[in-house]
């Protein structure tokens, strides 16, 4: 048996589960992102605790290995970084990294990526 849902409800689910996980707008992304999963076949079930272990939200790329620390020492972004780098230019390197290691979702006011 299988439900339909909207965004609305896609968004209450979370906020009543884990209310601090994701941002409005990340979570709109995060459906949207989902939504065309769907498009390609792929069946999917809102559980929203397994979205939340699979996917985080972050403020910039550069948070991102912050959290994954331990991915610094792989990450080619990160130790290509000047000195001379502003801030912007080590977002778009890290973020460039990122995407060829795992799946990102970018909105307006931060970005999710998938757990790797």
Same mark, same amino acid.
């Given at each position: 048996?299988?439900?339909? *849902?909207?965004?609305?409800?896609?968004?209450?689910?979370? +906020? %009543?589960?884990? @209310?601090?996980?994701? =941002?409005? $707008?990340?979570?709109?992304?995060?459906?949207?992102?989902?939504?065309?999963?769907?498009?390609?076949?792929?069946?999917?079930?809102?559980?929203?605790?397994?979205?939340?272990?699979?996917?985080?939200?972050?403020?910039?790329? *550069?948070?991102?290995?912050?959290?994954?620390?331990?991915? +610094? %020492?792989?990450? @080619?972004?990160?130790w =290509?970084? $000047?000195?001379?780098?502003?801030?912007?230019?080590?977002?778009e390197?890290?973020r460039?990294?990122?995407?060829?290691?795992?799946?990102?979702?970018?909105?307006?006011?931060?970005?999710?990526?998938?757990?790797?």
């Open positions: 048996m299988k439900t339909t *849902i909207t965004e609305t409800m896609f968004i209450d689910s979370f +906020k %009543a589960i884990r @209310p601090d996980d994701f =941002s409005y $707008n990340g979570l709109r992304a995060l459906f949207e992102y989902l939504e065309q999963l769907e498009e390609t076949g792929e069946q999917m079930e809102c559980d929203v605790i397994a979205l939340c272990c699979d996917f985080s939200e972050y403020e910039s790329a *550069i948070d991102v290995m912050n959290d994954y620390h331990e991915y +610094k %020492a792989d990450c @080619p972004a990160f =290509s970084w $000047n000195k001379e780098d502003s801030e912007e230019e080590r977002e390197k890290t460039e990294w990122l995407y060829d290691n795992t799946q990102v979702i970018e909105f307006d006011g931060g970005i999710i990526i998938q757990a790797f």
